[in-house]
């Protein structure tokens, strides 16, 4: 019999893995590997927001995500299951929130943190076949880097390869977040590496825990009710531009090649 496991893409599951204290082992190993530095040069990590609060469960139009204090960087963890046309926007904005907010009054400019987003999405976001992609401040023709400071991380997870690389420890990583199956599962937990492992013995109580699958059950109910919402105010929206497009004096086979460029 297929057993059904809860998702670590669902959001509120992610934040429940790589949130909890006792779980701070798994957050400091998948910084470590999705952002390619020294597990030793990682001295600490404080989650500043932990807590999943009920509203997060059930809301519509809410925001998920772990923002950290990693030594001296700033790090903005989220993950985004559904597609936003307004998604990179909404990534440069968060980022930039995250780069101004810890200056506080009065501090000098040169205090501003290295600050660095990491976005997962599970859908896909550019025209390439890589995975990851990750844009910083440069000149457009030179090259040259304005700062350090700004580095925004995108993991496509409908790109990621399915072959398992036990040498590969980001793509196990992301490979774990992106299972649907038991299968997959087991053929992550086969590599022998204890951190995922680990995590997916969390996954598995997690999926044996009939609070938590009832949680993500509304969770996944909420987020597809924002999808809904959102669909029929596009196809609203779209009347009503038909009928501005029809009050001007467009026919009907104009309009109809407008919209199909614009879907």
Known sequence: ????????????????????????????????SVLEIP????KSIVVQNPEILPDM???????LDIKLQVDDKLVNLEIQSKS??????????????????DLKSGEEFYKLKQSIAINIVNFNMFDCEEYHSVFKLKEDKRGELLSDKCAIHFFELKKINPKVNKDNKRELWLQLINAESEEELDMLNQTNVPEIQKAIVIIHE????????????LREKALHDEATALGCAKMEGAE????????????????????????
């Open 1 to 32: 019999m297929k057993k059904d496991i809860v998702k670590a893409k669902l959001d509120i599951i992610f934040k429940k893995i790589f949130a909890a204290k006792s779980n701070e082992d798994l957050l400091h190993d998948f910084i470590s």
């Open 39 to 42: 597990y030793n040069s990682i």
């Open 57 to 63: 469960v059930t809301g519509k139009f809410c925001r």
């Open 240 to 263: 009503e531009i038909v009928e501005k497009m029809r009050k001007s004096g467009m026919s009907d086979e104009d309009i109809a090649k407008v919209l199909s460029v614009e879907v």
């Open 84 to 101: 936003q046309s307004f998604y990179k926007d909404r990534a440069l904005f968060y980022w930039s929130k995250l780069y101004t907010e």
């Open 206 to 217: 997690m999926s044996a825990d009939e609070k938590v699958r009832e949680a993500a059950r």
